[in-house]
């Protein structure tokens, strides 16, 4: 007999898909109220909240709650969730006259994944609702979509589990909290919390409330989006060293955050993953002040933290034009690009502790070659990596250089140069945002071919979900029907079917 709590599968990502769209069009309609005060054409905002809104009705009607997804319904929501929100965002751009479709979903994306690439050409096009609604996306897609609906809707609590470790980056194994939705909480409270130092912290350097908000929105995230087209150029020393500070903060594992502010700061500098940032941080900041003393005098160490910072979190701000340095210092940048920043944090990239485990891995093998049948487990400070973490690692890592060299050829082969072509490959997938040449800090993605941007955006999504995600659509396994799902007295309560 069929059990009558059996959940219904199939319906969770409708329903997954309606709450977040009902919030976006509750946030878009807040935003054209604050457009009629403003010269920003309010018809996207409230075009955009009138899309969401009639989708997030037909859906949540669709959907259905379930007490656990499935590993392929939390894929599917998470991965649909990322394209669904940048696609019905793109209404504000579309409105302001200054981008067509192409280069309003290539902004949408790049604001949504934190990447910080820009396609906008003329900044004096978007009035400072539309840079707000900018740097908001960013804020949103820099902690996480699921974590952030999930603090705030207690039944995606209940059954998402699944969907929250689908979406947090990075191999971690920090379940610091017994609920989820607590988990979700006191992330987002730090979130929070760090948004707001920051904002009175450049209020008190100087720059004015609007620059403030905006740019403290975009720091925490690593996103880098800025009103200025210059970005922080423009800004004294004092407001360059809070954004150095920020951007370090955001670099750093949320779930340690947590920890820390909740009494247990010694968990702090005994972390290797926060040891082997800071050291990659501080090297590459010192290696750029050197290079380009000449240029800066003693503002070159200031500089160079700030890019090195800047950089390494992928949040993509520049104090000065990297761009024009010499072969040496740039070559700092793209090592750094290559590098991103801790797990669990809002920065992009590969990840420190990646790195880590790559390291020590690749040393355990050499030392195999001495001693082939000894036992030689790989740790990370006091935890030993486990055979299946290995595995991820090297399927990841395998993925994300294949991606970056085949997204650089293709670009190269749509006309772009060597240099343009590299950085603007590893500036989407990693999240980055500017790179070298003629998609550099002080330049802009829209004198690419429609082709190319259309490319960076769907890196940018691939980087954002970490790459193995989306490779998974592409298996034979994921169109394949459970026969589970096939055959209704075959459930049972409590064991999802899963994909094969």
């Known amino acids: 007999m069929r059990a009558a709590s059996a959940p219904r599968r199939g319906r969770f990502v409708p329903r997954v898909l309606g709450i977040v769209l009902a919030a976006e069009a509750v946030a878009l309609a807040a935003f054209a109220a604050a457009a009629a005060f403003t010269r920003d054409p309010v018809v996207g905002f409230a075009g955009g909240a009138a899309v969401a809104g ?7 009607l669709l959907g259905r709650r379930a007490d656990e997804p499935s590993r392929r319904e939390a894929l599917a929501s998470v991965l649909a969730l990322w394209l669904v929100l940048p696609a019905v965002g793109v209404a504000p751009y579309l409105a302001s006259g200054a981008m067509g479709p192409v280069d309003a979903l290539f902004e949408s994306m790049s604001g949504f994944t934190s990447t910080g690439a820009t396609a906008l050409q003329e900044f004096g096009a978007f009035g400072p609702v539309t840079f707000l609604w900018r740097a908001f996306t960013q804020w949103v897609g820099g902690i996480g979509i699921i974590v952030l609906f999930i603090a705030v809707f207690p039944q995606l609590a209940i059954a998402g589990r699944q969907l ?6 990075g191999p971690t194994e920090d379940r610091f909290t017994p609920r989820l939705q607590q988990t979700a909480s006191a992330v987002l409270r730090i979130y929070v919390g760090a948004t707001l130092a920051a904002a009175v912290a450049y209020l008190l350097a100087g ?19 800025s009103p200025e087209p210059r970005s ?48 990659i941080a501080l090297a590459g900041g010192t290696a750029m002040a050197v290079l380009t003393a000449g240029a800066y005098g003693a503002d070159a160490l200031r500089h160079g933290l700030f890019q090195s910072l800047s950089i390494l979190t992928t949040t993509g701000y520049a104090s000065v034009d990297f761009g024009a340095w010499t072969p040496r210092a740039q070559t700092i940048v793209v090592l750094l690009a290559f590098v991103g920043g801790s797990a669990g944090s809002a920065a992009g990239g590969m990840k420190v502790v990646r790195w880590i485990i790559i390291a ?105 979900l970490e790459v193995v995600a989306v490779f998974v659509v592409l298996t034979r396994a994921w169109w394949r029907v459970p026969r589970r799902w096939r055959s209704p007295d075959a459930r049972r309560v409590g064991r999802p079917p899963t994909a094969r």
């Open 232 to 279: 922080f150029e423009g800004f004294g020393p004092a407001v360059q060293w809070v954004a150095i500070v920020f951007m370090a903060v955001a670099g750093v594992n949320f779930a340690l955050q947590v920890r820390v502010w909740s009494g247990r700061a010694g968990l702090l500098p005994r972390d290797p993953e926060v040891r082997t940032y800071l050291a």
């Open 164 to 169: 929250f470790f689908t979406e947090m980056p």
């Open 54 to 60: 009639a989708l997030a009705a037909v859906l949540l």
């Open 360 to 464: 020590r891995n690749t040393a355990r093998e050499v030392r195999r070659v001495l001693h082939p049948r000894a036992v030689l487990p790989v740790r990370v400070g006091r935890r030993t990596v486990p055979e299946e973490v290995l595995r991820s690692v090297a399927a990841f890592v395998t993925l994300y250089v294949g991606l970056f060299a085949t997204g650089t050829a293709a670009l190269a082969l749509l006309g772009s140069d060597f240099t343009t072509a590299f950085s603007a490959s590893i500036g989407a997938l990693g999240n980055v945002g500017p790179g070298l040449g003629a998609v550099g800090p002080m330049e802009h993605y829209g004198g690419l071919p429609a082709a190319a941007k259309l490319l960076l955006t769907f890196l940018m999504y691939a980087g954002r």
């Open 207 to 225: 720059m004015g409330p609007f620059d403030a908000v905006a740019h403290a929105l975009t720091t925490l995230a690593a996103g880098g989006f």
